[in-house]
Nanobody, 125 residues
Framework: VQLQASGGGLVQAGGSLTLSCAAAGPTFSRNFMAWFRQSPGKEREFVAA????????YYSDSVKGRFAISRDNAKKMAYLQMNSLKPEDTAVYYC???????????????????WGQGTQVTVSS
């Protein structure tokens, strides 16, 4: 599946942004979807993931309660709603996808086969 992320930008601390990930390909609904982020000099880190069943979502401790991941299989879209943003959320955000089996959970970058190009999120203090 091919992915394209969008929606990044500059926002003040405490503000909100919604990132979108558009997918192309016939198998989107069978993919586990995730968002990762990477800051300069740091490794890519897990932010959030959603299984084929949209009811199953997973979050890193650093964003739990502030971010929400969702998907629309009919539109082949995934989203990351980010609220109460902090300067430490500043990073390039990537969406990722991989085919999944129903019981598996994937939260490391090595688990993912397809990546979007990244979108910059900058949170000013």
């Amino acid at each position: 599946v091919q992915l394209q992320a969008s929606g990044g930008g500059l926002v003040q601390a405490g503000g909100s942004l919604t990132l979108s990930c558009a997918a192309a390909g016939p198998t989107f609904s069978r993919n586990f979807m995730a968002w990762f982020r990477q800051s300069p000099g740091k490794e890519r880190e897990f932010v959030a993931a959603i299984s084929r069943n949209p009811s199953n979502t997973y979050y890193s401790d650093s964003v739990k309660g502030r971010f929400a991941i969702s998907r629309d299989n009919a539109k082949k879209m995934a989203y990351l709603q980010m609220n109460s943003l902090k300067p430490e959320d500043t990073a390039v955000y990537y969406c990722a996808a991989r085919p999944s089996i129903l019981t598996a959970v994937y939260i490391t970058p090595e688990d993912y086969h397809s990546w979007g190009q990244g979108t910059q999120v900058t949170v000013s203090s």
